[in-house]
């Protein structure tokens, strides 16, 4: 069974930093593109960052413009986990964080392809 497990969200000021951390388990890890996505209250789940398979072509990071330069996301395949470290966070940036994993090399923006999805953890920027 597969599972994807977010951890690391919390309340912080405007400016602030959080790691986001996401644990994943039941698949072969290294094989899987990685992704980051949040929704905020009524809207869409949207597009954070996604990070290829390392070694084939794909091991690059792709980022929504609201996040570049802010963000980072990086894996570990040793641990089976992957992590977005966000800093000089913002009031927008409020939202349920989730991961998803795409039996894909290359990492993906359309959340329709990813094959599973975390429970997402709840991150709050206070202005």
């Known amino acids: 069974q597969v599972r994807l497990v977010e951890s690391g969200g919390g309340l912080v000021q405007a400016g602030g930093s959080l790691r986001l951390s996401c644990a994943a388990s039941?698949?072969?890890?290294?094989?899987?593109?990685m992704a980051w996505f949040r929704q905020a209250p009524g809207k869409e789940r949207t597009f954070v960052a996604s990070?290829?398979?390392?070694?084939?072509?794909?091991?690059?990071?792709r980022y929504a413009d609201s996040v570049k330069g802010r963000f980072t996301i990086t894996r570990d395949n040793a641990k089976n986990t992957m992590y977005l470290q966000m800093n000089s966070l913002k009031p927008e940036d409020t939202a349920v964080y989730f991961c998803?994993?795409?039996?894909?090399?290359?990492?993906?923006?359309?959340?329709?392809?990813?094959?599973?999805w975390g429970q997402g953890t709840q991150v709050t920027v206070s202005s």
């Open positions: 998803a994993a795409d039996f894909n090399i290359v990492g993906r923006t359309d959340r329709l392809v990813y094959d599973y």
């Open positions: 039941g698949l072969t890890f290294s094989t899987y593109a």
């Open positions: 990070i290829g398979v390392p070694g084939k072509n794909g091991d690059y990071s």
